[in-house]
Antibody
Framework: QVQLVESGGGVVQPGRSLRLSCAAS????????MHWVRQAPGKGLEWVAV????????YYADSVKGRFTISRDNSKNTLYLQMDSLRAEDTAVYYC?????????????WGQGTLVTVSS | DIQMTQSPSSVSASVGDRVTITCRAS??????LVWYQQKPGKAPKLLIY???SLQSGVPSRFSGSGSGTDFTLTISSLQPEDFATYYC?????????FGGGTKVEIK
């Protein structure tokens, strides 16, 4: 079955960096685009970034553009989110999600999330 | 960016009730609308995609409709496991955007 497991979250000071990972299994990872979505405590969902299945295209939310970098290693079935210059407002649970196939697909499988807390 | 507005923000209902949630897009998105269910402390779960297509394994009491800018999610007969927060999301263009959520609570 499809499984996505995030890791790498924790407490970090403002201005520092953190790298999240998402280990995928149960499907052919290299066939699917992948997303990061975050949720601040008690708040709604906010899309962060997407990467195409082959890494050829990437898009970011304005709130993270220039600070976050999405990447993937298809040989390791792993998705990454490099987060630099972190701010207090980046505090959230970060989810990775699979971009389902076909046209304008939904995010059909989600990981359990990893909490990032930015605080001094 | 396309803004997604959900209403109501919360609804109190009883088991067996029919519940309808509305989502409005700030511009036309054809049928590229997705609905998710999220329970406390859990990841969102896909319910409906392309406005009205039921994800495999989702009970048939969930249904979606609409196109253009106005969409609805209907739960025909609310079950205890349906108490959760529901989000719409437009899949028409980047950045992907979500509605603010609708919390379905027990009356």
């Amino acid at each position: 079955q499809v499984q996505l497991v995030e890791s790498g979250g924790g407490v970090v000071q403002p201005g520092r960096s953190l790298r999240l990972s998402c280990a995928a299994s149960g499907f052919t990872f290299s066939n699917y685009g992948m997303h990061w979505v975050r949720q601040a405590p008690g708040k709604g969902l906010e899309w962060v970034a997407v990467i195409w299945n082959d890494g050829s295209k990437k898009y970011y939310a304005d709130s993270v553009k220039g600070r976050f970098t999405i990447s993937r290693d298809n040989s390791k079935n792993t998705l990454y989110l490099q987060m630099d210059s972190l701010r207090a407002e980046d505090t959230a649970v970060y989810y990775c999600a699979r971009w389902g196939g076909s046209v304008n697909p939904p995010l059909d499988y989600w990981g359990q999330g990893t909490l990032v807390t930015v605080s001094s | 960016d396309i803004q997604m507005t959900q209403s109501p923000s919360s609804v109190s209902a009883s088991v067996g009730d029919r519940v309808t949630i509305t989502c409005r897009a700030s511009q036309g998105i054809s049928s590229w609308l997705v609905w998710y269910q999220q329970k406390p402390g859990k990841a969102p779960k896909l319910l409906i995609y392309a406005a009205s297509s039921l994800q495999s394994g989702v009970p048939s009491r969930f249904s979606g409709s609409g196109s253009g800018t106005d969409f609805t999610l209907t739960i025909s007969s609310l079950q205890p496991e349906d108490f959760a927060t529901y989000y719409c999301q437009q899949a028409n263009s980047f950045p992907l955007t979500f509605g603010g959520g609708t919390k379905v609570e027990i009356k």
